[in-house]
Nanobody
């Protein structure tokens, strides 16, 4: 029933920009945070950015380049990615953490971001 639909990934040259979006549906519990994780090739999944209410936080590797935002009425989270680097290449996963007795994580299917010339 819970569905996170991601979009916006693709190919981009170094220095370029992409905007990811993730629309959550079917979540009947209060959302605590929404965010983005990524998994580079051969590496572990890592937190990129998250936002609780209107307060964002970022991994140091993307600080100053990425901007996360949240549209609460639409249950949608965005990730504006600027000044992209090859090391940003990864599968990006949307994450929603919601209250269900305890906090429960929901995940999108992942969207590929490739930064290459």
């Amino acid at each position: 029933q819970v569905q996170l639909v991601e979009s916006g990934g693709g190919l981009v040259q170094p220095g370029g920009s992409l905007r990811l979006s993730c629309a959550a549906s079917g979540i009947i519990f209060k959302i605590n945070t929404m965010g983005w994780y990524r998994q580079p090739p051969g590496k572990e999944r890592e937190l990129v950015a998250r936002i609780s209410s209107a307060v964002p936080s970022y991994a140091n590797s993307v600080k100053g380049r990425f901007t996360i935002s949240r549209d609460n009425p639409k249950n949608t989270v965005y990730l504006q990615m600027n000044s992209l680097k090859p090391e940003d290449t990864a599968i990006y996963y949307c994450n929603v953490r919601a209250y269900n007795l305890g906090l429960v994580d929901y995940w999108g299917q992942g969207t590929q971001v490739t930064v290459s010339s």
